[in-house]
């Protein structure tokens, strides 16, 4: 549609305009290394939902929920919806209660590492880290895919503008640049997505040409109990729900919100808002199969909606396409660097809190090369995702139960989650097969661990109590 020269400059220009906004406001409010990476009790309900739509709506909702509708169905895409919302409405009681055990926390790792001790700290590091630097991946992957479609640029180049601007502002401004960007980018997001729905509409001819070519085609796809689509929409649902848990970026928010009515009424509206915006996505899937345009079904939005839209849609398709990516990636790096020097702080106590700001900003930046060369093979991490899935479901239970009960020790957590994976493993599908049983793989892995903690209780009849009312105690300020 357009030269390879005009996108990378209509690439680099928008780029350029969110970084320099971050920039900017990151110069202007600089603070403390706290403030750096948790914004403690900083933002309003509006600010809190702002941020929490913005990184629920990555670049992946032009893609994943219309190609799910493909094979899903209706079924499909609503469980994928509900999936994106579940995280959100199940992190209120959780924020709450690490708000009142922890309020001057700043990651689950530590958390995790004062409630369980080491071993238990590890396994959580290696699925949080291990989840992120694949989410990540994907995001870029996603934007430069997007743009191959309008122009025949190569992967690297679209990956490196994109990284290399998100760095810029997240490494030096911390969260609180991330959360300002999130603002400035959902008021890109929602009107060029609105003007998406309105072309797409367009595109379709209305509801009827769908629904008599999905008659025609594929009827099962809506029937919203058709056996395959719930299963697909429940495994979407559990997936997403579990591994929602463990992104640090949610954490982050949970102590950025002003107070706890805040955090409850932010997470419940971003939650609330994310939903239809994921499920009217997948609807372009089942356009996609009624219609029968030319194209994949990895592409089914774009195939659907690019032969109707103009010139100038084309292009704003670009800064829209940034806007989901940089929202949801500022996020990631922004976890990942409070993860890095909280950890660091509380492995080195003595090291300068101006070193130390340093060393989250230079480990996040050699983190993000193996990203960028990863999204620059156009790979598929689509396997990787799922078995970032399965580690988060078997950790679930253990690492949230110690929230609640004081006799649950880390010896149990550890134990409980390799359980899981044992048990999530017998039926976790091996790379090329088929994933028939994915969504009993997945609740094997998460229903396991309480099974196991229930015995583990009556066994060893372990009469030590961890004193949560000392928790907060042992949290080390990183400006001190």
Not at 122 to 133: C, G, S
Not at 173 to 188: C, E, N, P, W, Y
Not at 438 to 450: G, I, N, Q, R
């Amino acid at each position: 549609m357009f030269t390879s020269a005009s996108t990378i400059t209509w690439l680099v220009v928008f780029s350029i305009a969110f970084t320099a906004l971050g920039i900017v406001f990151s110069r202007t409010n600089q603070r403390s290394l706290e403030d750096y990476v948790t914004a403690r009790n900083s933002q309003s309900a509006v600010g809190t939902t702002l941020t929490l739509l913005a990184t629920s709506l990555g670049a992946w909702i032009l893609f994943a929920p219309a190609q799910a509708a493909t094979w899903g169905g209706i079924a499909a895409v609503t469980g994928y919806a509900l999936g994106a919302m579940s995280p959100r409405l199940i992190m209120i009681p959780l924020g709450r209660r690490m708000r009142e055990v922890a309020p001057s926390g700043h990651t689950l790792t530590e958390f995790v590492s004062i409630r369980f001790g080491r071993p238990m700290y590890l396994l959580t590091l290696l699925i949080m880290m291990f989840f992120m630097f694949i989410a990540l991946t994907a995001e870029i992957t996603a934007v430069a895919k997007l743009v191959t479609l309008l122009a025949p640029v190569p992967l690297w180049i679209t990956a490196a503008i994109v990284m290399i601007s998100t760095l810029l502002y997240t490494a030096w401004g911390g969260l609180r640049a991330s959360i300002f960007t999130d603002k400035i980018q959902m008021a890109v997001i929602a009107p060029l997505l609105l003007i998406l729905l309105a072309f797409g509409w367009q595109a379709v001819g209305g509801y009827e040409p769908v629904l008599q070519g999905l008659e025609h085609h594929a009827p099962h796809l809506l029937d919203p109990f058709n056996a395959t689509g719930v299963k697909a929409g429940l495994t979407f649902f559990v997936a997403i729900l579990l591994t929602g848990l463990f992104h640090q970026g949610n954490w982050q928010r949970v102590y950025s919100a002003r107070d706890n009515r805040t955090l409850r009424n932010g997470f419940l509206i971003g939650g609330l808002l994310a939903a239809p915006c994921i499920f009217v996505m997948g609807l372009f899937g089942l356009a996609f199969v009624g219609l029968r345009p030319a194209g994949d079904s990895s592409v089914a939005l774009f195939s659907v909606l690019m032969p109707a839209i103009p010139h100038w849609f084309a292009v704003a398709l670009i800064p829209l396409a940034l806007a989901l990516v940089m929202s949801t990636a500022d996020t990631a790096i922004s976890a990942v660097s409070s993860i890095i020097a909280t950890d660091v702080r509380r492995l080195s106590p003595g090291i300068d809190k101006a070193r130390l700001m340093q060393l989250a900003r230079w480990l996040i930046v050699l983190m993000c090369i193996p990203v960028v060369v990863a999204a620059a093979q156009g790979y598929s991490v689509l396997y990787l995702f799922l078995l970032a899935d399965l580690f988060c479901a078997a950790a679930a239970f253990p690492v949230f139960y110690g929230l609640f009960s004081r006799r649950h020790d880390g010896t149990t957590a550890v134990t409980a989650t390799l359980a899981g994976l044992v048990a999530g493993f017998v039926l976790f599908p091996a790379p090329g097969a088929k994933m028939d049983y994915l969504l009993e793989s997945f609740l094997l892995a998460a229903l396991a661990p309480v099974a196991v903690t229930w015995v583990m209780r009556r066994v060893r009849k372990n009469t030590h109590t961890f004193n949560l009312d000392d928790l907060n105690h042992q949290v080390r300020n990183l400006d001190a």
